[in-house]
């Protein structure tokens, strides 16, 4: 199994990113997806979260309705498209798989650095 | 929910005992998980359900309880287990960590 994720960069303040991640080794559309973030010398922050087929996403107070998290079964990849970026979404995106179709994350992708700076 | 683990930090040498705690600020039964993160890694997912190994986690880890206290212990410390080991409560949304404890070589 291997999830590798990309798009991550530098971006100005009030910008936006796409982030994928691409998942291989694994009947990717069997599984839940979630992103989570660790910022700069600090702890783990869960994201955002998608049921296996898309049916359900829920999403962290600090990103909802900036963060949109969605998926192409089809190509075996997750996305997090990000807008109205912050200097404090600046942090390591990791994507991870669940176990099964629930919530319970069993493996995480290596992650993709996003630098929010002017 | 929130999610408050304890210490913070702990220093231990190599072949000690240690147990780390995390407490949640209501019920979550059992869905708990435990995961390892050693510098500029991924994390690394050790224990689920509160108690059940991950598949290919060595059974020197052990996690145990239910409700709002829980605990992860690891025996017999050798180096590459010094790391940093986060709790995280999976029984409702927002999905919450928590804050990290970092397990030092004394």
């Known amino acids: 199994v291997q999830l590798v994720e990309s798009g991550g960069g530098v971006v100005q303040p009030g910008g936006s990113l796409r982030l994928s991640c691409e998942g291989s080794?694994?009947?990717?559309?069997?599984?839940?997806m979630h992103w989570v973030r660790q910022a700069p010398g600090k702890g783990l922050e869960w994201v955002a979260f998608?049921?296996?087929?898309?049916?359900?996403?829920y999403y962290a107070d600090s990103v909802k309705g900036r963060f949109t998290i969605s998926r192409d079964n089809s190509k075996n990849t997750l996305y997090l498209q990000m807008h109205s970026l912050r200097a404090e979404d600046t942090a390591e995106y990791y994507c991870?798989?669940?176990?099964?179709?629930?919530?319970?994350?069993?493996?995480w992708g290596q992650g993709t650095l996003v630098t929010v700076s002017s | 929910i929130q999610m408050t683990q304890s210490p913070s930090s702990l220093s231990a040498s190599v072949g000690d005992r240690v147990t780390i705690t995390c407490r949640a600020s209501?019920?979550?039964?059992?869905?708990l998980a435990w995961f390892q993160q050693k510098p500029g890694k991924a994390p690394k997912s050790l224990i689920y359900?509160?108690?059940t190994l991950q598949s290919g986690v060595p059974s020197k880890f052990s996690g145990s309880g239910s409700g709002t206290d829980f605990t992860l212990t690891i025996s017999s410390l050798q180096p590459e287990d010094f790391a940093t080991y986060y709790c995280?409560?999976?029984?409702?949304?927002?999905?919450?960590f928590g804050q990290g404890t970092r397990l030092e070589i004394k």
């Open positions: 991870a798989k669940t176990y099964g179709s629930g919530s319970r994350i069993d493996f």
């Open positions: 080794g694994l009947t990717f559309s069997s599984y839940g």
């Open positions: 998608i049921r296996y087929d898309g049916s359900d996403k």
């Open positions: 209501q019920g979550i039964s059992n869905f």
């Open positions: 359900s509160a108690s």
């Open positions: 995280q409560q999976y029984y409702t949304y927002p999905i919450t």
